[in-house]
């Protein structure tokens, strides 16, 4: 079971990490993606991260702001998100699949968390 936690309501220019937690698998098992959903708006690819931490993808929208990363050793993978928009306001989901990668699709994973809200309001 995968569980989101880190959310809040932050200024513009702020930053937040989440982090996603495996409760009942070995994390390193599986690639893990970040996705977003804005209210209205479909769900969106924010970042994603292969099983080693290696390979790492992100949306055009956070490149240079947002970082994923992971420590299988606690099971968890962390989502460091600075110069905070008011755009990057929505419900935050990290989502899960066995194997070695996956990209910013949704349709890539099968297992989900069930989300933690990111504000950017001043």
């Known amino acids: 079971q995968l569980v989101e936690s880190g959310g809040g309501l932050v200024q513009p220019g702020g930053s937040l990490r989440l982090s996603c937690v495996e409760s009942g698998r070995a994390l390193g098992d599986y690639a893990i993606g970040w996705f977003r959903q804005a209210p209205g708006k479909a769900r969106e690819g924010v970042s994603s991260i292969s099983t080693s931490g290696i390979s790492t993808a992100y949306a055009d929208s956070v490149k240079g702001r947002f970082t994923i990363s992971r420590d299988n050793a606690k099971n968890t993978v962390y989502l460091q998100m600075n110069s905070l928009k008011p755009e990057d306001t929505g419900v935050y989901y990290c989502?899960?699949?066995?194997?070695?990668?996956?990209?910013?699709?949704?349709?890539?994973?099968?297992?989900w968390g069930q989300g933690t809200q990111v504000t950017v309001s001043s």
């Open positions: 989502a899960g699949q066995y194997g070695t990668f996956r990209g910013l699709s949704r349709h890539e994973y099968d297992d």
